[in-house]
């Protein structure tokens, strides 16, 4: 679905994540408990929240057919995710390894036009439902687009460039997401279609926060109560240099929740923390109710929005 306006959307989180080498690695990427997603979510609604876009893509522990169920239970509007995640995240030969570019576009594109697949954990995805992904999720572990990488992310231009559809890039810290930027626009992507997350987190260099900015890309700041990055009041102070900086039509922002902050698995903050918390923390600072409202509802409006 296309959430409109007047909503309030995050534009980052996961509801929950199946049984896989995420949750392998790090035990918090493991969490499927059907009622207690559905209790996360139904509070996030209670809270005012209208949307969420889901970040985890076809074939790496996405719950299709839960996040269906999920919506339907609750009301919630779930925007979900094709493309990748980071190759870390794949067991050995997985389709996403050994299918090529062309195939791996057309995957993409069915789940954006036909509909989702629920299978795909490790062979090539065949089974799909009527509900369809709204954005391509993408990441990478390495700073370079080579090998595979070139690859994925090819595969994901061509795909949004077929439907119009979105691509979210998750950013490591440290990367340098120009260089993301470069190889899509060369791939024939518009600006205004890369969703550049975790940049409130992951690049310290305000300055590529503002190039990015200006030449037109969404940035989704998910950094907030995650103290072991840094304090809610350095998140306030990032938004208001960006909006200072006149970019406030280009700011999206949510929790990037998993396992260990969601409040149904007994995490410690929980989906409704913006609504809860975070909104008057922003209103204090002098960010005014027109600009929370662009950046919970204009703006994910715009960003997820194809043609
Ligand atoms: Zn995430």
Redesign the pocket.
Known sequence: MEPDASLFFQC?E?LLMGKGTPGEKYPELYYDELDKSIQEARAFVKAGGDGLVE?QPVGCCRMTEELVRISEETGLRIVASTGFHKMAFYPRGHWIFEEKEEALAEIFIHELVEGMYTDGACGRPECSISARAGQIKTAMEISELDGQYRKVFAAAAAASKETGAPIML?VENGHHPMKYFEFLEQQGVRPEKMIF?HLDRACADMQIHKELAKAGVYLEYDTIAREKYHSDQRELEIFGEMIGAGYEDRLLFSL?TTRKRLSAYGGSIGLTYILDIFLDKMERQGIPQEVIRKISGSNPARALAWS
């Open positions: 980052h996961h970040a998750h997350c990037d």
